[in-house]
């Protein structure tokens, strides 16, 4: 017991809702302010502070760049549907006659909006066409690549 320092009390002045998040912070973890309060300065003056706050930093921004890997994936997948679709769909489709076009355009409203109705349902309940999609189609010669070893 001899060896057991006793402690230095000091006085410091918090903002009221500092002072609220420590006093709930501690009632929640059944621990004593003063006891939170010296854990969070050790941590703040700790040598290796700057390089857990690095680490921290970093692991968020890897997460951002997956989800920005993501997103960009998905809309190049979306660029190139569109673009074999309006590369087919002018291949396919010859110019009608002025009388035929009209009647087409007057059911083209009709069409579009079945078109946004199938489109809404299948947003809906999925599967999304990036899930259909192989992560492992080589871009070259399309052939399905072989799970890298160990997986």
Known sequence: MADRKKKVQISVYLDPAIMKMLADFAARREQSQSMIAEAAIASFLSPDAEERREAAIAKRLDSVDRRLTRQERDIGIGVETLAVFVRFWL????ALPEPAAQ????????RYEAFVAALGRR???GPKLRQEISEDIDPIDGVKMPPPAGV
Do not use: N, S
């Open 91 to 94: 291949a396919t489709t010859p």
């Open 103 to 110: 009647a087409a355009r007057a059911k083209a409203g009709e």
């Open 123 to 125: 947003l809906a309940k």
